[in-house]
């Protein structure tokens, strides 16, 4: 097939289009480099069926011919870009993804559209079904992506129903793996660089929030099995198995072998205390659910962040 994937110098992005080339798709990456990197999209042109366009989704999407499949991964989405790029943000998750769905109109293309868990903002249910409408702080430090992410929800429903086309939500939770940036601001790359740093650990709170970590081969498989589903209600797609912060940072020290200690700070304004999927539906519908146990990724992760250039 001929698939486009916005956002593909980004993390996600990066896998997602080297699995599409592996699997014998021709792939049209697009990004605008707002928090992708240069290496990936370098790294994606060494194969033949790659074609890359530098563009920001708010404008019309200057791709021509067929496309059989849409996946929308554009936006940025750690912590660290939501004060700095929070117009951006939100202009992404609006303008950007009525772009995309008028792409996805025009070449009768299926269009998988990348959510979030931020859209359960700091849950009461847990875990946190896809049912459930969530716990957002509309004008919080948080809510140009929370907010954002929830508004496209609404947007691609919308053209679903309005003009048939075909779409899929996966509401993604926490991911992690090789090719993450360090200076990325989420918990994972945070305290691998510390700690390969032999720097104190930084443990927001008391460190008893939790989060269930998803290693990226995994999402990507449950992303291409989404796109394949008629389902348009949201899917989540992460690892139900659960780790507490503290956990997790002891878990980082004794696979760095580092000397670093963990250091507790104050807990950032909207921090969601406890995040995970349940999920059934992936489960039932998609035939998904994360197979690398967390030891197992966390050293991969470890080992990219120890190698030279990453």
């Not at 097939?1 to 699997?23: K, N, P, Q, S, Y």
């Not at 798709?25 to 605008?32: A, F, P, S, T």
């Not at 390969?196 to 650990?201: T, V």
């Not at 099995?225 to 020290?253: H, K, Y």
């Amino acid at each position: 097939m001929r698939v486009v994937v916005t956002g593909a110098a980004g993390f996600i992005g990066f896998h997602l289009c080297e699995r599409l080339l592996r699997d014998g798709h021709e792939v049209v990456g697009v990004d605008n480099f707002i928090s992708g990197q240069t290496k990936n999209v370098r790294d994606l042109q060494q194969h033949e069926r790659f074609r890359f366009v530098q563009h920001d989704i708010i404008e019309p999407i200057p791709v021509e011919g067929p496309i059989e499949r849409i996946f929308n991964l554009a936006c940025p989405a750690s912590p660290a870009d939501f004060a700095p790029h929070a117009i951006e943000i939100l202009r992404t998750c609006s303008e950007g993804v009525r772009q995309v769905l008028e792409l996805a109109r025009r070449t009768g293309a299926r269009l998988m559209h990348a959510s979030t868990s931020e859209c359960y903002g700091d849950p009461i249910e847990h875990p946190q079904r896809e049912t459930y409408c969530g716990n957002v702080n509309p004008i919080g430090p948080r809510s140009p992506y929370d907010e954002g992410k929830r508004f496209a929800e609404a947007m691609v429903m919308a053209y679903h129903r309005t003009h048939g086309i075909a779409t899929g939500i996966a509401r993604i939770f926490n991911t992690y793996g090789p090719r993450m940036r360090d200076n990325d601001g989420r918990v994972l790359p945070n305290f691998i660089r510390q700690a390969l740093a032999h720097e104190p650990l930084t443990v927001y709170g008391d460190g008893t929030q939790t989060r269930s970590f998803c290693y990226v081969d995994d999402l990507v498989e449950g992303l291409l099995r989404r796109a394949e589903s008629d389902f348009p209600e949201p899917i989540n797609l992460g690892n139900p198995v659960e780790a507490t912060m503290l956990q997790v940072a002891r878990e980082i020290i004794e696979l760095t072998g580092s000397r670093s200690r963990i250091e507790f700070r104050p807990l950032p304004a909207d921090d969601p205390k406890k995040r995970r999927p349940d999920i059934t539906r992936a489960r039932q519908i998609l035939g998904w659910e994360p197979t690398t146990p967390r030891r197992e990724g966390f050293a991969r992760t470890i080992e990219y962040f120890r190698s030279p250039g990453a």
